[in-house]
């Protein structure tokens, strides 16, 4: 079957960011450097080639802390992070903030479980997205508990409000979303959930692919998609009581 709706079940934050605080307690020192080793990350696992991509997290004081234009995301340095309002003018930085901060922040204003956003281009789930193929079908169990489906926005060019405007229909729903011939992005409430989000799309697409190698498609069955929802809204609910509780 094809899947519809998304999903916003949290990997646990205390054991991915060893010895850090939660998202809210964090400091904005502390968020530099994260988005700096999410940044190695994305480039070291070929996620994005030169320049490509951008993250951003939501700061306690309203603003936003984003990587710079035109930088690798495996070179950055703490220092070269910009600020911006929640307008996208820049409050703090040498350098100028990514040309995709309008994109970031339609999410963060949709979304107010949102604390941090990631854009890439990573190669199969970006063929898939350039093919015009949402990664929408019930392939794998767990990616239905996880992300659920992963959509395909209409094309408008990159760094321009059109582009953030064609994924506005979609934001509310998913934390994943293909960008037709251009990248993914994903959100989280930290920058761990949104990076990892990034992972899951690329591997998914990646195992769909093969199934196309195979010529075959064997998707789950409807009574199995229900199954597996009920455990993607049992994850999310302990979560938010978790999260409501401090414990997350
Ligand atoms: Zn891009």
């Known amino acids: 079957m094809t899947l519809s709706g998304g999903g916003n079940l949290r990997y646990d934050t205390s054991k991915g960011l060893k010895g850090l605080p939660s998202h809210g307690m964090m400091t904005e020192h502390q968020?530099?450097?994260?988005?700096?080793r999410f940044g190695k990350l994305l480039h070291q696992g070929g996620l994005v080639a030169a320049t490509d991509g951008n993250l951003s997290v939501r700061l306690e004081n309203g603003h936003f802390l984003c990587t710079p234009t035109v930088m690798s995301k495996g070179l950055m340095e703490p220092e070269d992070l910009v600020v911006v309002d929640e307008r996208g003018n820049k409050v703090s930085g040498s350098r100028d903030a990514s040309s995709e901060i309008a994109m970031h922040l339609l999410?963060?204003?949709?979304?107010?479980?949102?604390?941090?956003?990631?854009?890439?281009?990573?190669?199969?789930?970006?063929?898939?997205?350039?093919?015009?193929?949402a990664l929408d079908r019930a392939l794998c169990s767990e990616i239905i508990v996880t992300l659920g489906s992963v959509p395909l926005a209409n094309y408008e060019t990159p760094g321009t409000q059109e582009l953030a405007e064609a994924l506005a229909p979609l934001v509310a729903e998913h934390d994943a979303i293909l960008m037709?011939?251009?990248?993914?992005v994903t959100c989280g409430p930290d920058l761990l959930n949104a990076y990892?989000?990034?992972?899951?799309?690329?591997?998914?697409?990646?195992?769909?692919?093969?199934?196309?190698?195979?010529g075959?498609?064997?998707?789950?069955?409807?009574?199995?998609?229900?199954?597996?929802?009920?455990?993607?809204?049992?994850?999310?609910?302990?979560?938010?009581?978790?999260?409501?509780?401090?414990?997350d």
């Open 31 to 36: 968020h530099r450097d994260e988005i700096v």
């Open 196 to 214: 990892m989000n990034m992972e899951t799309v690329e591997h998914f697409a990646k195992i769909a692919l093969v199934t196309h190698l195979l």
């Open 107 to 133: 999410i963060y204003r949709r979304r107010p479980d949102v604390n941090a956003v990631v854009h890439a281009h990573p190669p199969t789930a970006t063929g898939y997205a350039a093919a015009g193929i």
């Open 216 to 247: 075959k498609q064997q998707t789950l069955s409807d009574q199995h998609v229900d199954k597996l929802r009920e455990i993607r809204m049992k994850y999310h609910n302990h979560n938010q009581v978790a999260a409501a509780q401090g414990k």
């Open 180 to 184: 037709a011939n251009h990248g993914v």
